[in-house]
């Protein structure tokens, strides 16, 4: 069925017919195959620690799961692990010593929810799916995060760990606020999802910048920036500096390029020029993962060494994404 895209797209058409007519391109490939079962079931996330979380997430798809509930289950891995300084428990602090996340989550019929600057609660990612179950809003932010997350029975833990905290003190004797590219003072997992029914929903959780200000909220939590996923098209995650990503609201802009008919690679990749146009890109990093209904994806960073995890074809490896500088 691609080769039949790819002939109605560079041979019928060819590249005057792809300017003018992308979405008549895009409605012609989706309906050339409305029911492939091509690349299904799939699971991809951002950095090392999508490896167990797309585990996680894919045995949920195996056993004939939703979408929803393996991203929820899959970044839940890294949430609880101490290790992941990135993400939930044990993520590094603000430069007030605090731990505040962000999180979001979205499924196939597009309803959404979402928590920013919670803290205390382990699993952002749960409280978010119960913002999107059990109320009429998309997000709960700070003391009311925190309060819904009790009245719903969450626990109320101290998630910043001995090494966590450590980092924190060597940090405020230069207290230099600088994102440092790559390393684990931000490093989200957002992690999309299709089904066997060929569904997608995705799911993202942060601890975000470390050493942030107090109060800060990242792209994480904003729906369309730092996850975005249309069932009639496809999905996109984000990591890296969030304000980059805020200010070009990055993953919703790659869907709808998607739905004009770029493939979730070409999507990535105006995601991240759309950055480097007007931002000071060389200190910062920003990586995009995006899928379609096909269970293609793409990938694409502003530095080199952004890399994901991806569980696919009975296989779960990592994989080095491109990027804009080399
Ligand atoms: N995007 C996250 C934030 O800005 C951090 C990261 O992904 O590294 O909060």
């Not at 951002?46 to 996680?56: E, I, L, Q, S």
């Not at 959404?112 to 998309?138: N, W, Y």
Request: charged share 20%; aromatic share 6%; hydrophobic share 35%.
């Amino acid at each position: 069925m691609s080769n039949r895209r790819n002939f109605i797209k560079g041979g019928v058409l060819g590249a005057v017919g792809t300017a003018i007519f992308p979405k008549l391109i895009s409605a012609i490939a989706q309906n050339s195959n409305p029911n492939s079962e091509e690349g299904h079931p799939m699971v991809i996330s951002t950095w090392k620690h999508g490896m167990p979380a797309n585990v996680a997430a894919m045995e949920v798809l195996q056993s004939g799961g939703k979408a929803i509930d393996a991203v929820e289950a899959g970044v839940k891995i890294p949430e609880a692990d101490p290790e992941s300084m990135s993400v939930g428990l044990g993520g590094l602090p603000d430069r007030d010593g605090k731990v505040t996340l962000d999180a979001c989550i979205m499924d196939e019929t597009g309803n959404c929810g979402s928590v920013s600057f919670l803290q205390h609660i382990k699993h952002p990612i749960s409280v978010a799916r119960k913002v999107m179950d059990e109320t009429p809003h998309v997000m709960l932010s700070g003391e009311g995060a925190l309060q819904f997350a009790l009245e719903q029975g969450f626990p109320k833990e101290d998630l910043l760990t001995e090494k966590a905290e450590k980092r924190w003190r060597e940090w405020l004797k230069e207290s230099e606020y600088k994102p440092i590219i790559n390393v684990e003072n931000h490093d989200t997992i957002g992690l999309l999802a299709l089904d066997k029914k060929g569904d997608i929903s995705g799911a993202c959780t942060t601890s975000g910048l470390s050493w942030k200000m107090h109060g800060r909220v990242g792209d994480s939590p904003v729906i369309g920036a730092g996850m975005y996923v249309d069932n009639e098209v496809g999905g996109c995650c984000a990591t890296g500096v969030g304000e980059a990503v805020l200010k070009t609201l990055g993953s919703f802009l790659i869907v709808e390029l998607m739905r004009q008919g770029a493939s979730p690679q070409e999507a990535c990749e105006e995601g991240i020029a759309r950055i480097v146009k007007n931002q000071n890109y060389k200190d910062m990093q920003i990586g995009y993962l995006a899928i379609n209904k096909k269970g293609e994806h793409g990938a694409y960073a502003v530095h080199p060494w952004f890399n994901y995890a991806l569980h696919q074809g009975g296989e779960n490896r990592m994989i080095d994404s491109l990027s804009y500088l080399k």
